[in-house]
């Protein structure tokens, strides 16, 4: 994982960072020669690009993207969550320790937290929700939706190469 940036330094990104970032996110295995071709700029700049991204906190990390069927997490749902009588970063942070659960999100609404809970079955499922995120102190309810399909759109670091 890469050096987050300490959020100090605001350094408007330009074109050919936008570039950059698109391409990375579309394969972060790119070798710098490879990118510096794709955004044409020198290998010498596209290298010191990247590092100042990564400094800067543009660019969090380089991971692989995993198929959740293919290593065994067969059933998804999302769940909605309300909380009471603690603080919502608290609960945000315990509820994204949990197994299975994929991704936090505090929003807006009358719901406090959105999760992603994906697990091997439906019993797992269940388990996790009803017994882990559920009965969590400061957890009023919980309401789940199952993920029936599901596809992917376009990350918005692609998009970052259409900016004008």
Known sequence: MAQQSNGSDRTPIDAIDRRIVAELSRDGRLSVRTLAERVHISRT???NRV???VRRGVITGFGAQVDRKAIGLNV?????V????APWERIAEELAKLPFVEKVQAVSGDIDIMLTVSAPDHEQLSQAILRDIHDMPGVVSTRSHL???ETDGRPPAQSLDIWQ
């Open 45 to 47: 700049s596209a290298h």
């Open 82 to 85: 309300r909380i009471q009588d």
């Open 51 to 53: 590092q100042s991204l």
């Open 76 to 80: 998804t749902a999302l769940v909605v």
């Open 147 to 149: 993920v029936l399909y």
